[in-house]
């Protein structure tokens, strides 16, 4: 029995990386090659790529009448996106109001399982396109019902080249991840209980609204050419921030990785431009690595996007590096305003979200030493459902660390990244007796009382040392 941790770091999966970048590039050729023959402008083309970008890695499941319903909802879906567009452009102020509705709309939807929750992360993705693709030049004068056409073919073109990127992206050394375990609704085990409050979905979207509200004020008051670089940023650093911490950690990652990707296009253009098709392999393979490196660290992935946004810039014979210094700007302002919201609207401490996971975890390695390891199906969904909960866990674990090293002077010795250090030492245990088995729970129960206690004066103990505790009691703990 193999009784050592499971490794839970980002993994480099290029093959999944080649097929996302793929997909972009054969959505973007063959919607750029309707574009010609149309007469259009490379918007629709550019949109095309930007979708498939988004939806490769959760698309491709499922049988093939939900395959169907998903495409006609991305057409669906892209059409109203394109009359949102339309609206910017009658006027911005309506047009602002829609969009911050449709955010909103986005996140709530999380709060339902199957169709609805899909529709929800369908809807952000090609509202967020809008915000980088340009809109029609003063030279393109398609017909309205070619240009609706055109947007609809690059959403289900889009999809289709997303799908079957999907299926050699799941196909890479790194293998599927297991299914996670349902979010629980009920506090932490052994915790006091609790006056009723939002779904988290709820208090997340309406984080969201205020953030994208504010971008867009922020944006109209500063950069009244260029607000859509504040209401990208708040977009960003708002969704999925899974609390105050993980906010304002992925707004200074978001913003290192813009001064990086400034430096970089800086750089680029002293040196060489690339135009033509160099300049379409440079974009593509500078996605390609940053798509590589996002599960490495957030910032390289926004370096790579700001670089290839100031390369599209350039591509539309905008004064694109010029206009670098004002990005930096926007994305600060955008930055700001989604931490306020995340730390004023509903907020949502990053401790009380690893308390939740940690529970969680704690829950589904009891359930893995209750039962013995019979070597049956059984075992390895438990065993899997843990691994998961880890993940999970994980998933929280950089903001608490980050915040960990900038107060490692003050911190005290029950800081939340102590707590995950020793989650993540546990361990699948190979256990000898009954007596064993009960020393295991037994402690397992004390870490799930502590979690319950943590901030009670009357508390009988620390998170962190009943975990410290519970990984003494495992075989060939310390």
Same mark, same amino acid.
């Given at each position: 029995?193999?009784?050592?941790?499971?490794?839970?770091?980002?993994?480099?999966?290029?093959?999944?990386?080649?097929?996302?970048?793929?997909?972009?590039?054969?959505?973007?050729?063959?919607?750029?090659?309707?574009?010609?023959?149309?007469?259009?402008?490379?918007?629709?083309?550019?949109?095309?790529?930007? $979708?498939?970008?988004?939806?490769?890695?959760? @698309? %491709? !499941?499922? #049988? *093939?009448?939900? &395959? +169907?319903? =998903?495409?006609?909802? /991305?057409?669906?879906?892209?059409?109203?996106?394109?009359?949102?567009?339309?609206?910017?452009?009658?006027?911005?102020?309506?047009?602002?109001?829609?969009?911050?509705?449709?955010?909103? $709309?986005?996140?709530?939807?999380?709060?339902? @399982? %199957? !169709?609805? #929750? *899909?529709?929800? &992360? +369908?809807? =952000?993705?090609?509202? /967020?396109?809008?915000?980088?693709?340009?809109?029609?030049?003063?030279?393109?004068?398609?017909?309205?019902?070619?240009?609706?056409?055109?947007?609809?073919?690059?959403?289900?073109?889009?999809?289709?080249?997303?799908?079957?990127?999907?299926?050699?992206?799941?196909?890479?050394?790194?293998?599927?991840?297991?299914?996670?375990?349902?979010?629980?609704?009920?506090?932490?085990?052994?915790?006091?209980?609790?006056?009723?409050?939002?779904?988290?979905?709820?208090?997340?979207?309406?984080?969201?609204?205020?953030?994208?509200?504010?971008?867009?004020?922020?944006?109209?008051?500063?950069?009244?050419?260029?607000?859509?670089?504040?209401?990208?940023?708040?977009?960003?650093?708002?969704?999925?921030?899974?609390?105050?911490?993980?906010?304002?950690?992925?707004?200074?990652?978001?913003?290192?990785?813009?001064?990086?990707?400034?430096?970089?296009?800086?750089?680029?253009?002293?040196?060489?431009?690339?135009?033509?098709?160099?300049?379409?392999?440079?974009?593509?393979?500078?996605?390609?690595?940053?798509?590589?490196?996002?599960?490495?660290?957030?910032?390289?992935?926004?370096?790579?996007?700001?670089?290839?946004?100031?390369?599209?810039?350039?591509?539309?014979?905008?004064?694109?590096?010029?206009?670098?210094?004002?990005?930096?700007?926007?994305?600060?302002?955008?930055?700001?305003?989604?931490?306020?919201?995340?730390?004023?609207?509903?907020?949502?401490?990053?401790?009380?979200?690893?308390?939740?996971?940690?529970?969680?975890?704690?829950?589904?390695?009891?359930?893995?030493?209750?039962?013995?390891?019979?070597?049956?199906?059984?075992?390895?969904?438990?065993?899997?459902?843990?691994?998961?909960?880890?993940?999970?866990?994980?998933?929280?674990?950089?903001?608490?660390?980050?915040?960990?090293?900038?107060?490692?002077?003050?911190?005290?010795?029950?800081?939340?990244?102590?707590?995950?250090?020793?989650?993540?030492?546990?361990?699948?245990?190979?256990?000898?007796?009954?007596?064993?088995?009960?020393?295991?729970?037994?402690?397992?129960?004390?870490?799930?009382?502590?979690?319950?206690?943590?901030?009670?004066?009357?508390?009988?103990?620390?998170?962190?040392?009943?975990?410290?505790?519970?990984?003494?009691?495992?075989?060939?703990?310390?």
């Amino acid at each position: 029995m193999n009784t050592a941790p499971v490794s839970r770091r980002a993994r480099l999966r290029p093959i999944a990386a080649l097929a996302t970048v793929l997909a972009a590039a054969v959505s973007f050729c063959v919607e750029y090659a309707l574009c010609v023959y149309t007469g259009s402008g490379p918007q629709p083309a550019i949109l095309a790529a930007i $979708l498939a970008l988004g939806m490769t890695r959760c @698309a %491709g !499941r499922g #049988r *093939a009448t939900d &395959a +169907l319903l =998903a495409a006609l909802n /991305v057409a669906v879906v892209a059409l109203a996106v394109a009359l949102v567009a339309y609206l910017f452009h009658l006027n911005r102020y309506l047009g602002a109001v829609v969009f911050t509705g449709g955010m909103f $709309l986005s996140v709530w939807l999380r709060n339902f @399982a %199957g !169709r609805l #929750r *899909a529709l929800g &992360a +369908l809807i =952000a993705l090609p509202l /967020v396109a809008i915000l980088i693709v340009p809109g029609p030049g003063p030279g393109d004068h398609t017909n309205l019902i070619v240009r609706i056409g055109l947007v609809a073919c690059a959403g289900l073109l889009a999809y289709a080249c997303s799908t079957l990127a999907s299926r050699f992206a799941r196909d890479d050394d790194t293998p599927a991840a297991p299914p996670r375990p349902a979010r629980a609704t009920t506090p932490a085990t052994g915790a006091a209980p609790q006056k009723a409050r939002l779904p988290i979905a709820t208090r997340m979207a309406a984080q969201m609204g205020v953030a994208v509200a504010l971008a867009f004020a922020a944006g109209f008051a500063l950069f009244p050419d260029h607000w859509g670089w504040s209401v990208l940023t708040a977009f960003i650093v708002c969704s999925g921030a899974l609390g105050r911490g993980d906010a304002v950690y992925k707004a200074v990652l978001r913003l290192i990785g813009a001064v990086g990707g400034t430096a970089l296009a800086t750089f680029a253009a002293a040196l060489w431009l690339p135009s033509g098709p160099l300049e379409a392999l440079a974009i593509f393979g500078v996605l390609f690595v940053g798509l590589l490196l996002r599960d490495a660290n957030y910032a390289y992935w926004a370096a790579c996007t700001t670089l290839v946004l100031a390369l599209l810039a350039h591509a539309s014979d905008i004064a694109g590096f010029g206009l670098l210094g004002m990005r930096l700007a926007a994305i600060f302002a955008g930055a700001v305003c989604a931490v306020i919201a995340t730390w004023v609207v509903f907020p949502i401490r990053t401790e009380d979200v690893v308390r939740r996971r940690l529970a969680d975890a704690l829950k589904a390695f009891d359930d893995l030493v209750v039962h013995p390891d019979h070597g049956d199906a059984e075992h390895e969904r438990r065993r899997a459902a843990f691994e998961a909960a880890l993940e999970s866990l994980d998933g929280v674990a950089p903001p608490v660390i980050w915040h960990h090293r900038i107060v490692r002077w003050s911190a005290t010795p029950n800081h939340p990244a102590g707590w995950i250090r020793h989650a993540r030492r546990l361990h699948v245990p190979h256990i000898a007796d009954e007596a064993q088995r009960g020393a295991i729970r037994r402690a397992i129960g004390r870490s799930r009382k502590a979690i319950g206690e943590h901030g009670k004066q009357d508390a009988t103990i620390t998170i962190g040392d009943a975990l410290a505790a519970l990984h003494e009691t495992l075989p060939g703990g310390e």
